[in-house]
Every structure is written in C-alpha cells, then in structure tokens.
C-alpha cells in the first residue's frame, strides 16, 4: 500500500517548478499584533497627522506612547499590512469611575477599566472601515482579559456615532478640558456581572 493512499485526507504534494516565479512576500498581507516601544515613532507620526488637522492636540506625545507601549503593551493593538502600520488603538488601565486628568498621563496596573487614549488610522487608509473593524477587534480582545470590566473613552462631539456604532454609550460630558476643547465620555461594558462561587 502506498503512502498517498493509507492517508487519503492529504493531498500529494506538488514539486516547484526549478524556474523562478518571481519574489514571494515574506510578511503577512494582513497583521494584528500589540505595539512595542519600537512602534512609537511609526505610531506618533499617525497620531500627528490625524489630530492636528482636526483638533491641533494630539491625544499623546512621542514620550507619552513610549510610556505606555513601555508600561502596558498588551492594551495596544497595532494592524500592520506589509509590515507597515496603517492604524492602531492604545489604551491603559484606569481605577475610577469617570476620567480625570491624572487618566491621560497614568497607567494604574490595578485598574479594571481601560482607558482607551487614542484610535488612529494612516491617512491613506481612512474611509475603508480600518478603525470600525480595529476597535472591534480590540473589544473583542478586552473581553477575553479577566481583569477588564470596561472601556472608556472621551472624544469630540463629532464622533460620538462613530464609538456608538462600536457599542458605546455616552456617559456624559467629561471633566477634562484641552485649551478650548471639550469632550464626552462613553463607556462600553467589556465584561458582563461575574458570579462568584458560594
């Protein structure tokens, strides 16, 4: 009995051809990773380009990314195509109830609620849907991190759509001010009431 056909789930495989067939692609078409301190630069020059033209603040400073991709790289996420980075979340944990402004410079490790800081898409990539299906993919992460009970977040009055089409809902307006800027809050319940054992 021949091999091929005691394991008839395989296929054969199929010897190359010895000519070339052009330069083959060693990175993913298409790649979903935390960020690394490393991508700040990458992550900056997105950030910057996006909020300055709006509303002339970036929500993070180069030091500011390098801090928290440094403190909490696991509630980043980074979607790469080619390897290059075309839009991304960064968040850290948060231990109250609503945002202040210790929230925009803190990481508290204790925390059960993510303070989502900043979603960015690269300018070429806008208008494709990238940052619905990025803070969806993130959601999805958060709820399979047991110590998450939920998301926060506060944006511009324009974009309160957008986060509400992701399953947000308005918390009402925030505390924090930048020069003439204001902003509403919106949360969104990553994990549901947990039972405890009796």
Known sequence: MSVVSAVPFMKP??????????????LPASEFRSLSPEDAISVFE??????????????????E???????????????????RLVAF???SL??????????????????TTVHIHVLAVHRT???????????????????????VR???????????PFYQKSGFK??????????PLTFIEMFYPSQGPRLHAS
């Open 46 to 63: 997105i950030e910057r380009e996006a909020f300055i033209s709006v509303s002339g603040e970036c929500p993070l400073h180069l030091d």
């Open 150 to 160: 939920r998301a926060v977040l506060m944006c511009e009055d324009f974009l309160v």
């Open 94 to 111: 948060w231990d109250q109830e609503r945002l202040t402004m210790d929230a925009l410079t803190l990481h508290k490790p204790h925390g």
């Open 89 to 91: 979340i960064i968040g």
């Open 13 to 26: 495989l199929h010897m190359r051809s010895p000519v070339s067939q052009g330069r083959r692609h060693t």
């Open 125 to 147: 990539f806008r208008q494709q849907g990238k940052g619905s299906i990025l803070m969806w993919r993130y959601l999805q992460y958060l709820r399979c991190l047991p110590y």
């Open 65 to 83: 990314v390098r801090h928290f991709l440094t403190l909490c790289p696991e509630l980043s996420l980074g979607w790469f195509e080619e390897g």
């Open 170 to 179: 308005v918390q009402g307006p925030s505390e924090i001010t930048v020069g």
